[in-house]
């Protein structure tokens, strides 16, 4: 089992930043991939951002391309969520999420199977 903690969430305007962080109790031989996703109020959960843990390999959605960038440190057992020029669509419950799919969409919650309980992040304008 792999628990997920996220932080970091918080108040912000509309144009600051916020970074998000996910501490897992380890990782395991089926966790290749790791990613974020958000949950707005009367809204599906959507992913945001997923990173590889060997390749590296990023993707994100349209939505926070070019504004938001996901890293890991391995040492440290930590997903991060850099998010920048944030708006206020941007206001959710960010969770974290840690799963061994690699074949499988890389935002689609399917492809992962631990999560995180949450963080909120509001953006007001």
């Known amino acids: 089992q792999v628990q997920l903690v996220e932080s970091g969430g918080g108040s912000v305007q509309a144009g600051g930043s916020l970074r998000l962080s996910c501490a897992a109790s380890r990782y395991t031989a089926n966790i290749y991939s790791m990613a974020w996703f958000r949950q707005a109020p009367g809204k599906e959960r959507e992913g945001v951002a997923t990173?590889?843990?060997?390749?590296?390999?990023?993707f994100y959605a349209g939505s926070v391309k070019g504004r938001f960038t996901v890293s890991q440190d391995n040492a440290k057992n930590t997903l991060y969520l850099q998010m920048n020029t944030l708006k206020p669509e941007d206001t959710a419950t960010y969770y974290c999420a840690a799963g061994g799919d690699i074949n499988g969409s890389p935002l689609s919650e399917e492809s992962f199977t631990y999560w995180g309980r949450g963080t909120q992040v509001t953006v007001s304008s």
């Open positions: 990173i590889y843990l060997i390749s590296r390999r990023t």
